[in-house]
């Protein structure tokens, strides 16, 4: 292998893992299959055929994903140094199948995770429900994070892989650990997960985090529990929630087609991003709005109790006075009166009422004046005061015009029945 063709080609890829799976495919390449240097096959005729071997070689080996990325390191190598590469597209070489290899993620885990974390690696977990490549993670500034105002605060994060912007959100609960985080940092380290050997963590460092999270909170993994799980979680969530792929991939800085990107690059995401931000969450929703509303709600119920006891005290003390009242009226108003009237022939007569009520007292005592004020007196005298109305006024204390008010009470009643 001539080194200098292989670094030459190597250093034009920006990814470093990229060009790490690269020098692994072409060493496969030379030291178990073709066992001649790879720069034999530049602009050689022959190349295309090789390749096709190489690719059933691999077949026989490995899974397709594995076949394809080795594959594609060759032919990539063969495409910078000038070489045609031509292959039947039948062999499929650049079909992608579905990898069961990493741990299906559950938000219940990240939880688990956060239970036993502290700040720096609860911000780590928050990021990694954002959906970010591990690369782009390492490299992210703290500035970015530094935002005011009300949450959710839209950010743009430029993807170094894919060359996109992601259009991404710092959610209530992100915000609440940043405030706590950021006050921590070294200001004059740019990065938002610092080192103090290389100024940030790599991508390595970050791995090795998550998989120390994994093993402190006690979960049995079924795969590899990796860095790239969380854009997959992201990813997998928005579509059980009905996002579009087109507001996940925009979210998450994924690459989408050109064609379609000119459309709807400026498309308004929040509204996805509060859906998705309900359900990825470090910290179930014990709802602290649900424990105040709790607290209020008992609070009220106290209130009410309490208002109760002086309304019901209130109830007590009016009865007692409306006792006392009712007394009092039944020592002005007898519950029995005896009348005397002497008669045309001398005689006296004697009658005996009862009375249940004040009123039935004073209309009795009406009556009983008519009565009085009629007798002896011819049929003229009667008819013309036939109508006429009492008013009782046995302590002398009433004023003429209640007098007159009562009167014109009584009228109005006699009128009515």
Same mark, same amino acid.
């Given at each position: ?23 692994? !495919? ?19 005729? *022959?190349?295309?055929? *090789? #390749? ?13 994903? @594995?076949?394809?990325?080795? @594959?594609n390191?060759? #032919? ?5 140094? !000038? ?6 597209? =039948? ?38 429900? +954002? ?17 005011? !105002? ?15 912007? =992601?259009? =991404? ?5 992100? /915000? ?40 402190? =909170? !006690?979960i @049995?993994n ?14 997998r ?18 690459? #989408? ?24 969450r ?10 105040d ?12 109790? *309490?208002?109760? +006891? ?6 007590? +003390? ?26 045309? /022939?001398?005689?006296v ?19 009983? +004046? ?32 209640e ?12 009128? #009515?029945?």
């Amino acid at each position: 292998m001539d080194m200098k063709l292989v670094k030459e080609w190597l250093s034009g890829i920006p990814s470093i893992y990229t060009r790490k799976n690269y020098m692994s !495919g072409i060493k496969k390449f030379e030291n178990e299959y073709f066992h001649k240097p790879i720069e034999t096959l530049i602009k050689s005729p *022959e190349a295309g055929r *090789e #390749i096709e071997r190489f690719y059933c070689w691999l077949r026989e080996r490995h899974g397709q994903n @594995t076949c394809r990325n080795v @594959t594609n390191a060759v #032919i990539q190598f063969l495409k910078y140094h !000038g070489t045609e590469v031509k292959y039947r597209r =039948a062999l499929q070489i650049y079909k992608t199948v579905r990898s069961t290899r990493d741990h299906r993620v559950t938000i219940s885990e990240i939880q688990a995770m956060a239970k036993v974390s502290d700040i720096r690696e609860q911000i780590l977990l928050e990021v990694y429900l +954002m959906g970010f490549r591990v690369g782009d993670v390492a490299l992210l500034e703290w500035k970015k994070f530094d935002q005011n !105002g009300q949450p959710p605060i839209p950010i743009e994060i430029n993807t170094k892989k894919e060359q996109v912007v =992601a259009r =991404a959100f710092i959610s209530e609960e992100f /915000k609440q650990l940043l405030d706590k985080y950021l006050p921590l940092l070294d200001k004059s380290n740019p990065y938002l997960f610092q080192s103090k050997r290389r100024k940030h963590l790599s991508s390595k460092q970050i791995n090795n985090i998550l998989k120390n999270l994994v093993e402190r =909170a !006690g979960i @049995t993994n079924h795969g590899l529990f990796r860095w790239h799980t969380g854009r997959k979680l992201f990813l997998r969530t928005c579509a059980e929630l009905g996002i579009s792929s087109w507001s996940a991939k925009l979210m998450c800085g994924k690459a #989408i087609p050109a064609s379609d990107d000119t459309y709807i690059h400026d498309a308004e995401l929040k509204g996805d991003f509060l859906k998705i931000s309900e359900v990825l969450r470090l910290f179930a929703k014990t709802i602290p709005q649900a424990e105040d509303k709790l607290k209020n709600l008992e609070n009220a119920l106290r209130h009410v109790e *309490e208002e109760n +006891m002086v309304f019901k005290t209130r109830l007590d +003390m009016l009865q007692k006075d409306f006792q006392v009242l009712k007394k009092t009226v039944e020592k002005l108003y007898p519950k029995e009166v005896k009348r005397y009237i002497l008669n045309e /022939k001398g005689e006296v007569e004697e009658s005996t009422e009862s009375f249940d009520k004040p009123e039935e007292y004073l209309e009795s005592q009406r009556k009983f +004046m008519r009565e009085i004020l009629l007798r002896n007196k011819s049929n003229k005298d009667r008819e013309r005061l036939k109508n006429t109305e009492f008013v009782w006024d046995e302590t002398e204390t009433k004023k003429k015009e209640e007098i007159e008010s009562e009167l014109l009470k009584l009228r109005k009643k006699k009128n #009515i029945e």
